[in-house]
């Protein structure tokens, strides 16, 4: 069996593989064969009594925590079998934290750390108290705008005669009377005062020279309003036609999938690591979110329906309350579908420099997407040279590329069979027309 995230492979034991056992230990557990190369294949180890009494040993006293350790045999051959079960405290090695992701092993350093531990202690990061804010620091404007919205969609609980204090503690944003960080981010009047990272930078790129950018810093609720107003009237253009007597605009992406976007990177962000960038170039635009894809869940599972995980339940809960999202796990589906209608390539949904990044494409004809398609290079530059011109010719192809005729007429009859061209014309004749993005 090949090494996953549960199986790792050593030809011989060093004290470093400690590492490897605190990661297991602090994951979902995992085994470790000592005397087994990376084919999986016995190599055996030759002082596998000494081993057998120092790795429990050194487990135990360097950790705190037992593990199975087992002697197994391949023909003459010995090697060692280190069981270790997944701990739901978190465990530290000489003080440092290892975790297990996929057949990685990382050690968990700042915002990732401090998230990690408040885990495993059973909280979140806006779970935590406030101590510093008071009730005065409460945005009302922003509480009852969520407050609308939440009786509209019928989702807020009972709350009748209630004052924004008693309405917020069952909404699970305070405790004993004090704000979590959770009410903070959500309704506060500057979050900023508590937490420098919650603002959102949106910047106009021109491949990677920008143009101009903006800063918005507010509270959830009103960021997810600003930043779309924002992107509507400054960074992105909207085409207009007549549908009768009427104007009708078409943005240049579909509005769910921007609001998507946008709630997603709000929601599920790390707030203990950096602000949320936008970036918008001629032909996409990013969101990107500090904190990865929660721990066995895909880029590709967020193309499905998939179990939902979010890194700030509290956020998460109250904005399905105020009906911002409709139920956990579906919004990355919506982004696609929504794309899918609009007849505009699959964004792009990856974990990206430890975050998450989510990328919506303008139109196929881009060197990206065209790459995507299995274009070679002489089609994907004949599509981008030739587009403006809106037509092509087989001998022009042939003379540009200095090719035969008959590789010029595969080249092109591809480009018809996947729709990027269409054929005007008989035999010498015959043109190459662009059909429309």
């Excluded at 943005?251 to 790390?270: C, K």
């Excluded at 409709?326 to 964004?347: F, H, M, N, V, Y």
Aim: charged share 25%; glycine share 8%.
């Amino acid at each position: 069996m090949p090494e996953q995230q549960n199986i790792e492979y050593k030809s011989s034991w060093h004290d470093d593989y400690l590492k490897w056992i605190c990661g297991f230990a602090n994951a979902q557990g995992g085994k470790i064969y000592i005397g087994m190369n990376d084919a999986a294949t016995v190599v055996g180890v030759e002082d596998q009594k000494t081993l057998m009494e120092e790795i429990p040993n050194k487990i135990k006293n360097n950790m705190g925590i037992t593990a199975e350790v087992n002697l197994l045999q391949d023909g003459e051959l010995y090697y060692i079998e280190i069981v270790v079960q997944p701990y739901s405290v978190p465990i530290s090695l000489r003080g440092r934290y290892y975790y297990r992701s996929g057949s990685v092993k990382q050690e968990l350093t700042g915002a990732a750390l401090n998230e990690f531990l408040l885990k495993r202690s059973g909280q979140t990061w806006g779970d935590v108290i406030e101590t510093r804010a008071t009730f005065a620091d409460i945005d009302e404007s922003s509480f009852w705008a969520f407050f609308k919205m939440s009786e509209e969609k019928g989702r807020m609980p009972e709350t009748l005669g209630l004052t924004i204090p008693q309405i917020l503690d069952k909404l699970l944003l305070t405790e004993n009377g004090q704000l979590k960080r959770a009410a903070i981010v959500l309704f506060g009047k500057n979050p900023a005062k508590f937490y420098p990272n919650t603002f959102v930078k949106v910047g106009r790129f021109r491949e990677n020279d920008i143009l101009f950018h903006d800063v918005v810093e507010e509270n959830l609720i009103t960021l997810l309003r600003e930043i779309t107003n924002q992107l509507n009237h400054k960074y992105l253009t909207r085409k207009i036609h007549f549908e009768g007597l009427y104007r009708v605009e078409t943005g240049e992406y579909p509005t769910p999938a921007i609001r998507e976007m946008l709630l997603n990177a709000l929601i599920h962000r790390n707030y203990i690591g950096s602000f949320i960038q936008i970036r918008v170039y001629d032909d996409n635009i990013n969101v990107w979110n500090d904190g990865g894809l929660p721990a066995g869940i895909s880029s590709e599972a967020l193309k499905r329906p998939h179990r939902s995980n979010p890194r700030n339940p509290i956020i998460a809960d109250v904005c399905f309350k105020g009906g911002l999202i409709d139920s956990w796990g579906s919004g990355t589906i919506r982004i696609i579908d929504t794309c899918k209608q609009a007849d505009l390539p699959e964004p792009e949904l990856i974990e990206q420099d430890g975050g998450f990044s989510v990328t919506l494409f303008k139109n196929h004809l881009t060197k990206e997407q065209l790459t995507k398609i299995g274009l070679n290079e002489r089609q994907i530059d004949a599509i981008l040279f030739y587009r403006t011109k809106g037509e092509i010719t087989g001998l022009e192809y042939a003379e540009r590329y200095k090719i035969a005729g008959r590789t010029a007429r595969a080249d092109l009859s591809e480009l018809v069979e996947k729709k990027l061209l269409y054929k005007q014309g008989e035999t010498k004749s015959v043109k190459y027309l662009f059909n429309a993005e």
